[in-house]
C-alpha cells in the first residue's frame, strides 16, 4: 500500500520560497505507470491543480502557476519536490501530493496534506 | 483554465438520489473520457470515487456512479446514507495536459 507523506515549513514569509517535499513510501517513484503530482486547497476554497512530474523529469504545470513554480525527483530517495518563488498570502492553502495514475487526472493516493502560511 | 462549474450545494433525504453536475468545455470534458470525481470531508484527503467518466476503484460503494454527455458530466449517489454527506469535486484532463477541477459541491444529507 503506497503512501505518501509532504513535508517542509508551515509558515514562509511573504516573498520568499515555498519549498515542500512528498515522500513516497510502500512503491517505487520509478514506475511507469504513476505521475506525482502537487494540489492544494485555499481555505475555504476548492481545490487548484498545481503540476505534476513523471520520474523521468518531465513535468506538467498549471500555467497560473508556471513563471513561480519548479518540480523535481529524486529516485534515490523516493521523493519528489515543489518550490514556489515570490509567494503571497494567496498561496496560503493546504498543500496534498498525490499519485495520479496514467497522468490523466486518476489520483488514487494521496497525502494528509500540509497547511503552508504565507505571514506578511 | 477556467474551473469546471458546479452547483454550489444539493441535499437529498436517506434513501433518495441525487446527481452532482459538472460542466466544461471541449477543451477538457467533452475531450476525453478523463472525468474523474472526489468525496472531501474537512480535515480529511479527498478521495477518488469515480475516475475515467464511469470507473470506480476497489473499495467504493456501487451507489456511486458517473456519467458524461457531452460537455457535461454527473456523478449519482443512490440510497443516500449520512455518511455521504461531504464536498464533492470534479476535475477533467484537457488538451493542454493539465488538470481542472471543478469548484466543489456540497452535499447535505437531511
Known amino acids: 500500500q503506497v503512501q505518501l507523506q509532504e513535508s517542509g515549513p508551515g509558515l514562509v514569509e511573504a516573498s520568499q520560497t515555498l519549498s515542500l517535499t512528498c515522500t513516497v513510501s510502500g512503491g517505487s517513484i520509478t514506475s511507469n505507470t504513476y505521475y506525482w503530482t502537487w494540489i492544494r486547497q485555499h481555505p475555504g476554497k476548492g481545490l487548484e491543480w498545481i503540476g505534476y512530474i513523471y520520474y523521468t523529469g518531465s513535468t506538467y504545470h498549471n500555467p497560473s502557476l508556471k513563471s513561480r513554480m519548479t518540480m523535481s525527483v529524486d529516485t534515490t530517495n523516493n521523493q519528489f519536490s515543489l518550490k514556489l518563488t515570490s509567494v503571497t498570502a494567496a498561496d496560503t492553502a493546504v498543500y496534498y501530493c498525490?499519485?495520479?495514475?496514467?497522468?490523466?487526472?486518476?489520483?488514487?493516493?494521496w497525502g494528509l496534506g500540509t497547511l503552508v502560511t504565507v505571514s506578511s | 483554465q477556467s474551473a469546471l462549474t458546479q452547483p454550489a450545494s444539493v441535499s437529498g433525504s436517506p434513501g433518495q438520489s441525487i446527481t452532482i453536475s459538472c460542466t466544461g468545455t471541449s477543451s477538457d470534458v467533452g475531450a476525453y473520457n478523463y472525468v474523474s470525481w472526489y468525496q472531501k470531508h474537512p480535515g480529511k484527503a479527498p478521495k477518488v470515487m469515480i475516475y475515467d467518466v464511469t470507473n470506480r476503484p476497489s473499495g467504493v460503494s456501487s451507489r456511486f456512479s458517473g456519467s458524461k454527455s457531452g460537455n457535461a458530466a454527473s456523478l449519482t449517489i443512490s440510497g443516500l446514507q449520512a455518511e455521504d454527506e461531504a464536498e464533492y469535486y470534479c476535475s477533467s484532463y484537457t488538451t493542454s495536459t493539465t488538470l481542472v477541477f471543478g469548484g466543489g459541491t456540497k452535499l447535505t444529507v437531511l
Open positions: 498525490a499519485r495520479d495514475r496514467g497522468g490523466y487526472g486518476n489520483p488514487d493516493s
